[in-house]
């Protein structure tokens, strides 16, 4: 009887990236190629697959510190968050180190997406469902419910720290971009109110202004700005 044994196939892969992340010093750059997240440096060496699994896994987030790499996998049945950080003493880079260490941060029956670390690195917003938003400290600790709406889009810090901006669903299913307390506390503040749909918030470096994409003009997505004035608690 011959053995069995799994086909392998060595792939040389210039193209095809579904979603990309760099390190906050610039030095890595993790890719998502077939539902395996690679990892290379800066000087362009060989990249390595930081997330070894048959399952797919995507959607990578840096820490503040550019050692650990925040994802999502369905390794376990379920799409969950993990992290994944270098085990080697001697070198913390993900793309160098001769060991890793992959953890899951969360274990629930709902889908978890869209992890974004919070500028100081003390937080991670991510949703559930597409639903409800939450936070939780980078090991999976004190999660906490902040945010729930219809089909909610991927969070974005606010610089301070102290707000999520994103995008949520109203009743006629258009979507407009929101802000809301990074603590839970008060109520989401429409800052697009708009009736056609307004997507990808992105925060000014001050805190200041905050940019999406809106299609109120023809339906063709274009690139508006709100600015923020102090109005109860929003950023100056």
């Known amino acids: ?3 069995r044994r799994n086909a392998t196939e060595t792939l040389t892969l210039s ?3 579904s979603a990309f992340a760099v390190s906050p010093d610039g030095e890595q750059t993790a890719l998502v190629l077939r539902g395996e997240i690679v990892v290379s440096g800066r000087d362009a060496g060989r990249a390595r697959v930081v997330a070894d699994a048959p399952e797919r896994d ?3 987030a840096w820490s503040a510190d550019g050692k650990t790499l925040f994802f999502v996998s369905r390794r376990d049945g379920n799409p969950e968050l993990y992290a994944v950080a270098s085990a080697d003493p001697d070198e913390p880079r993900l793309s160098r180190a001769r060991r890793l260490q992959t953890t899951r941060l969360t274990r ?3 889908e978890e997406s869209t992890p974004v670390v919070s500028p100081d690195g003390r937080k991670i917003a991510f949703l559930r469902d ?3 938003l939450w936070t939780c400290d980078p090991d999976g600790a004190n999660a906490r419910q902040v945010f729930a709406g219809l089909r909610l889009g991927a969070p974005a ?3 301070d720290g102290r707000w999520i901006a994103l995008t949520r669903s109203d009743e006629e299913f258009n979507a407009e971009v929101v802000v809301v307390p990074a603590d839970g506390s008060g109520k989401p503040i429409n800052v697009s109110m708009h009736p056609r749909n307004d997507i990808a918030p ?3 470096p001050d805190g200041g202004k905050l940019f ?3 299609e109120r003009n023809h339906r063709e997505y274009d690139v508006w700005m709100a600015y923020l004035r102090r109005a109860g608690d929003l950023p100056a």
């Open 212 to 214: 999406f994409l809106s």
């Open 58 to 60: 995507g959607e990578p």
């Open 130 to 132: 597409d639903r409800t």
């Open 202 to 204: 992105a925060w000014s």
């Open 157 to 159: 810090w606010s610089p």
């Open 15 to 17: 193209s095809g990236a």
């Open 1 to 3: 009887v011959d053995p």
């Open 108 to 110: 629930t029956g709902e």
